[in-house]
């Protein structure tokens, strides 16, 4: 296929957005209304919220810690192979879910079989949009990434209707041929080829251990292309160098760094919110209900904030747009505890519903503004990999908290003041970037 100079910002590349949107449905939505099937674990297998908690912990953890494996495959292979292949294997896990017999099971169908599923979609799908945009990045990121926000406040009283018509397993049945569909994702999913990716052989033949013999045959090669198992064992760890050496970068290790914190914060209230809800009094379907309107406010936040950091007045501001959405939720976080009623609630959704839209929506465009665009899917790999752990250890953290001081105020305040560190860590990080700057330059 022909080489292009820059993306093409639209063609295709809205059928890419497309995609994404219906992968973030199938993959982000599907995870965040496990947390409904919180209640009906708990009480069908009669364990702890910490224990129950590792549920929601492994598939988010699962999903993230194999995004590198995600962007591997489609670099390397095909990005409609990886995703198509992540639609069987999550599929897989949820049908195999449906005839669980106890929390290991769970723990292993739901948890690593079907997080590995999703990681295999999430990551490339995501990359993908990245490389169709340029100038409209932030808003076709935004109204590809409100597919969670949507897909929650569609799925969330829909698996609430059906757990109570079909009980949990069937649930998860539907939910099982449901996600299925992120194989037709993975067949939109066209590839595209840009000059910035092509770094040609002659630029690695100037590395001093490519032997000359091989230096013929090296020139007709483009690295990091399917041919690369053909190459010698040099050219290889040249390459996978090569994809990943923005990890020296300062900009992307402080942005990591923070990434963790932020992970931290913004997991257990998705798991915990219906819980924390029906603790206080509030009914199963107005707590269904508020997971609803997050989703549906999520969706604003991601197209409202992608379409205003596009505008030419704030987009030299992302990076201070994505610090105050992320500590505005943290600021959330921190409320939540004196919130019980669903009078309450409801506005506590809407604003954190709309932050975390909005500062999910960034990230991608971020990482790009850190790394560029042609190592974009290796970045957000990693970016999704830094995730694993805190989604991991933060809910049943959590569930122990509330198991041990029988509320919920304590983890809540945790993950507060977790995002607000993110944030304020980020803005430390570029203060301290300009006064270094201001003393450099020449009187």
């Not at 018509?165 to 649930?171: C, D, E, I, L, V």
């Amino acid at each position: 296929r022909a080489r292009r100079s820059g993306p093409p910002d639209g063609g295709w590349g809205w059928m890419i957005v497309a995609g994404c949107f219906l992968v973030t449905i199938c993959t982000r939505a599907v995870t965040r209304c496990i947390s409904i099937f919180f209640v009906e674990f708990q009480a069908y297998f009669g364990q702890d919220y910490a224990r129950t908690a590792w549920i929601h912990s492994i598939v988010d953890c699962a999903t993230m810690l194999c995004a590198p494996l995600g962007s591997l495959i489609s670099n390397h292979v095909s990005c409609q192979v990886g995703i198509m292949l992540g639609g069987l294997l999550a599929s897989t896990g949820l049908i195999l879910s449906s005839f669980a017999t106890s929390l290991e099971h769970l723990y292993l169908s739901l948890g690593v079989l079907t997080g590995l599923g999703f990681a295999l979609c999430y990551s490339p799908a995501i990359a993908m949009v990245g490389k169709y945009f340029n100038k409209r990045k932030a808003l076709a990121y935004g109204i590809a990434m409100s597919g969670s926000g949507i897909g929650t406040f569609i799925l969330a009283p829909v698996v609430q209707l059906l757990i109570e018509q079909f009980s949990w397993r069937g649930a998860l049945l539907i939910l099982g041929g449901f996600v299925l569909n992120l194989c037709v994702c993975g067949a939109l999913m066209r590839p595209i080829s840009l000059k910035e990716d092509c770094k040609t052989a002659p630029e690695f033949l100037e590395q001093n251990y490519v032997p000359e013999t091989q230096k013929q045959d090296l020139k007709r090669m483009s690295i990091c292309s399917p041919l690369i198992k053909l190459w010698p064992h040099e050219c290889l760890c040249y390459c996978s160098w090569k994809e990943y050496d923005f990890l020296l970068m300062p900009g992307f290790m402080v942005l990591a760094v923070s990434i963790l914190f932020m992970a931290y914060g913004c997991s257990p209230l998705f798991v915990y919110l219906v819980p924390y809800a029906l603790s206080v009094g509030v009914s199963h379907h107005q707590a269904a209900f508020l997971m609803s309107i997050l989703g549906v406010i999520d969706i604003i936040g991601n197209i409202t904030f992608g379409w205003l950091t596009d505008r030419r007045c704030l987009k030299k501001h992302r990076y201070f747009c994505y610090l105050f959405a992320v500590g505005m939720d943290g600021l959330c976080c921190l409320f939540l505890p004196v919130l019980q009623s669903f009078p309450l609630l409801v506005p506590f959704s809407f604003t954190f519903g709309y932050f975390d839209g909005a500062y999910v929506t960034l990230i991608p465009v971020m990482t790009a503004d850190v790394v560029g665009t042609s190592l974009l899917s290796s970045a957000l790999g990693v970016v999704y990999f830094l995730h694993a752990i805190p989604y991991l250890v933060s809910p049943p953290v959590a569930g122990w908290l509330v198991d041990t001081t029988g509320s919920y105020t304590a983890s809540f305040l945790l993950c507060g003041f977790s995002m607000i560190f993110s944030s304020a860590l980020l803005c430390f990080a570029r203060l301290a970037k300009k006064i270094k700057r201001t003393r450099l330059q020449p009187l």
